[in-house]
């Protein structure tokens, strides 16, 4: 998201990708809990960038759901609108 770019990459300087971003990561955090309020944010961003919402796919945006399942790592709309959005 652009809000959140330069912090981002202020983060990765000096990182590699053959290491985990972070030094310690507790595994309690629950990450799809993090995935959906990306996803939740991330479309909202993409509804301002184009200016409006088709609402055509299950009350969202298919052309809109296609980048944010891609995003996510998914390639099926479905995923997206019943494990992050709802």
């Known amino acids: 998201m652009k809000d959140y770019r330069e912090s981002v990459k202020e983060m990765l300087i000096g ?3 053959d ?3 972070f030094d310690r ?3 309690k955090i629950d990450n799809h809990a993090f995935r ?3 996803a939740r944010n991330r479309y909202k961003e993409l509804v301002q960038e184009k200016g409006s919402d088709a609402n055509d ?3 969202y945006d298919s052309k809109i759901l296609r980048i944010l399942t891609k995003d996510l790592g998914h390639n ?3 995923v997206v ?3 992050y959005l709802r």
């Open 57 to 59: 796919y299950r009350g």
């Open 15 to 17: 990182k590699t990708t």
């Open 25 to 27: 990561y507790t595994k």
């Open 76 to 78: 099926r709309l479905d």
């Open 19 to 21: 290491k985990p971003s």
């Open 81 to 83: 609108v019943y494990h």
């Open 36 to 38: 959906g309020e990306y």
